[in-house]
């Protein structure tokens, strides 16, 4: 017979995962709006009203001070008209040029008049040339920081500045004039005032005579302010004019949101539990360890008989007639008269009980009984 001691119940306390999640969902939504932040295309790049590195306030001005006609322009294209004028635009591709702008249709036929188009954008691979280059010009040595070039130019192309891994600077005759491009964007930004050749280099490409015109349109500026409104309504399909209100950011936002939420609650049955180890208790197992050999050998006789001189000591302790447990224990009939004398009852009651260990063939059964009344017996002692 196996004895099975009762076992605390175990508690299962909350993991704090959930918490570090959030903590972890946090900045990883912090470190996504940065980089959106820091890589969004900035409007005023290439403005000529901007002091920033890539501002062109400081080309515009040293073309006043040589006294250039030089203006601002702010207009459909459509409104291009004459000729001997420059138009100067600072943008990523003339593809997106002609996107950005229906009006934009009517500039080859504005070039081809005899005016000039400057388009300085990131056109051109990239090539085994250094990241910072000064290229010689006929106005002085150019700084420029890419080491992107156009590598073959056709016999309709003239190179403007080049080097021995392609061209940055290269025009191609249109009609009566001339378009000139660009493999960077910045030749005459702000962010090089000092450099000697960069501001000459860029003037040089400007005829003399005629009006200069530097591309404000690009970068937001309008002579009309209701014509942002107008070009929202001549979008060209739905998703293009979703692209030039706030909702787009909105659903940006919102989608950005929804992902957060579904990687924080991603446990359909709650928040992941963690079980506790369990504490050894060796006493505990070499009790069970025992009680299971003795069960297995069949030795429910040896069991009693342990019992009974347990019940012995302990009665004789709790009556007072041994000094402890290695204490002589006085005679089975004296021990029932003390008994029957503290508690009332009668002796024969308990000498039944410690005589039963000399019986044989002892059940399962029998020995539960003995157990349940000797537990009531020391129950009646104080």
Same mark, same amino acid.
């Given at each position: 017979?196996?004895?099975?001691?009762?076992?605390?119940?175990?508690?299962?306390?909350?993991?704090?995962?959930?918490?570090?999640?959030?903590?972890?969902?946090?900045?990883?939504?912090?470190?996504?709006?940065?980089?959106?932040?820091?890589?969004?295309?900035?409007?005023?790049?290439?403005?000529?009203?901007?002091?920033?590195?890539?501002?062109?306030?400081?080309?515009?001005?040293?073309?006043?001070?040589?006294?250039?006609?030089?203006?601002?322009?702010?207009?459909?294209?459509?409104?291009?008209?004459?000729?001997?004028?420059?138009?100067?635009?600072?943008?990523?591709?003339?593809?997106?040029?002609?996107?950005?702008?229906?009006?934009?249709?009517?500039?080859?036929?504005?070039?081809?008049?005899?005016?000039?188009?400057?388009?300085?954008?990131?056109?051109?691979?990239?090539?085994?040339?250094?990241?910072?280059?000064?290229?010689?010009?006929?106005?002085?040595?150019?700084?420029?920081?890419?080491?992107?070039?156009?590598?073959?130019?056709?016999?309709?192309?003239?190179?403007?500045?080049?080097?021995?891994?392609?061209?940055?600077?290269?025009?191609?005759?249109?009609?009566?004039?001339?378009?000139?491009?660009?493999?960077?964007?910045?030749?005459?930004?702000?962010?090089?005032?000092?450099?000697?050749?960069?501001?000459?280099?860029?003037? /040089?490409?400007?005829?003399?005579?005629?009006?200069?015109?530097?591309?404000?349109?690009?970068?937001?500026?309008?002579?009309?302010?209701?014509?942002?409104?107008?070009?929202?309504?001549?979008?060209?399909?739905?998703?293009?004019?979703?692209?030039?209100?706030?909702?787009?950011?909105?659903?940006?936002?919102?989608?950005?949101?929804?992902?957060?939420?579904?990687?924080?609650?991603?446990?359909?049955?709650? @928040?992941?539990?963690?079980?506790?180890?369990?504490?050894?208790?060796?006493?505990? /197992?070499?009790?069970?360890?025992?009680?299971?050999?003795?069960?297995?050998?069949?030795?429910?006789?040896?069991?009693?008989?342990?019992?009974? /001189?347990?019940?012995?000591?302990? @009665?004789?302790?709790?009556?007072? @007639?041994?000094?402890?447990?290695?204490?002589?224990?006085?005679?089975?009939?004296?021990?029932?008269? /003390?008994?029957?004398?503290?508690?009332?009852?009668?002796?024969?009651?308990?000498?039944?009980? @410690?005589?039963?260990?000399?019986?044989?063939?002892?059940?399962?059964?029998?020995?539960?009984?003995?157990?349940?009344?000797?537990?009531?017996?020391?129950?009646?002692?104080?």
């Amino acid at each position: 017979m196996t004895q099975t001691a009762q076992s605390s119940p175990t508690r299962i306390t909350p993991s704090k995962g959930p918490g570090k999640r959030w903590l972890w969902a946090i900045l990883a939504a912090a470190a996504l709006l940065t980089l959106l932040f820091i890589n969004a295309p900035n409007q005023q790049d290439g403005s000529t009203y901007s002091r920033s590195n890539k501002g062109y306030r400081g080309w515009y001005d040293f073309m006043v001070e040589q006294g250039y006609s030089i203006e601002r322009w702010q207009k459909p294209y459509s409104e291009l008209q004459g000729q001997n004028q420059t138009l100067i635009r600072i943008t990523p591709s003339l593809e997106k040029a002609r996107e950005q702008d229906p009006s934009w249709d009517s500039f080859d036929s504005w070039v081809e008049q005899g005016n000039t188009a400057i388009l300085l954008t990131w056109d051109g691979s990239v090539t085994a040339a250094s990241f910072s280059s000064d290229l010689t010009s006929e106005a002085g040595p150019v700084r420029i920081d890419t080491a992107r070039r156009r590598k073959k130019l056709g016999s309709v192309y003239q190179s403007r500045l080049d080097d021995d891994y392609g061209s940055v600077v290269w025009s191609q005759s249109l009609g009566k004039g001339q378009v000139i491009f660009a493999t960077y964007p910045w030749i005459g930004a702000n962010i090089y005032a000092d450099q000697p050749g960069n501001y000459p280099f860029l003037q /040089q490409l400007v005829p003399e005579s005629g009006t200069i015109w530097m591309d404000e349109r690009l970068h937001g500026y309008r002579d009309n302010p209701n014509q942002d409104a107008e070009d929202a309504r001549k979008a060209e399909n739905l998703w293009q004019f979703f692209a030039q209100t706030p909702v787009a950011a909105m659903a940006a936002q919102l989608v950005l949101l929804i992902l957060i939420w579904i990687w924080g609650h991603n446990h359909r049955f709650g @928040l992941p539990l963690r079980l506790p180890q369990e504490s050894k208790d060796n006493s505990q /197992q070499y009790i069970q360890a025992l009680a299971g050999t003795l069960n297995h050998a069949h030795q429910r006789e040896l069991v009693l008989t342990q019992l009974s /001189q347990y019940l012995r000591q302990s @009665l004789c302790q709790r009556l007072g @007639l041994t000094n402890g447990p290695k204490g002589q224990l006085p005679p089975d009939i004296a021990l029932a008269n /003390q008994w029957a004398t503290s508690t009332g009852r009668n002796d024969q009651e308990l000498l039944e009980l @410690l005589q039963q260990s000399g019986q044989q063939s002892i059940t399962d059964r029998t020995l539960l009984a003995w157990v349940n009344k000797a537990d009531a017996i020391l129950q009646d002692l104080p």
